[in-house]
């Protein structure tokens, strides 16, 4: 675990390093996957850091404060009956193993509609966890 950790590290350089993107959330998702790895191992660390890229994606696209985040589900407040932001529901299932399954789900509150269709939304989350999976394996 410690050559994933250091693999890490050099794939997704300290943020203000010579031009290397700055990140508002701390621990960046880098560090966090770097823990994770080290705590919990390869399978608990991936499904822990997919967890984090899950919340991350939901703070950024939703416009809206989460309501619940726990180690199972996250949610954001409805949007009244005026906003045209959806509310969404991520959820975190066990399955056989050690894997896990994590859900997406969007809901409008709105009379007169929501931004974004929900497939299209989906694919966006699935595609942000996936990518960011996928970074942090490469490494």
């Known amino acids: 675990m410690k050559h994933l950790s250091i693999a890490l590290r050099a794939f997704f350089p300290s943020p203000g390093v010579a031009g290397a993107p700055t990140c508002k959330y701390h621990p960046t998702c880098s560090e966090y996957a770097s823990l994770a790895y080290r705590e919990h191992g390869f399978v608990r660390g991936t499904a822990k850091t997919a967890w984090r890229l899950a919340q991350l994606w939901v703070v950024t696209n939703s416009g809206l404060k989460i309501q ?50 929900e497939v299209q939304l989906a694919a966006s989350f699935k595609r942000y966890v996936r990518e960011g999976m996928l970074a942090g394996r490469q490494s």
């Open 68 to 117: 619940l985040a726990t180690d199972v589900v996250i949610q954001t407040y409805p949007g009244d009956q005026t906003t045209t932001l959806r509310n969404y529901t991520i959820t975190r299932q066990p399955i056989e193993g050690q894997r896990e399954r994590i859900t997406f789900a969007s809901a409008c509150q709105s009379i007169f509609g929501c931004r974004g269709n």
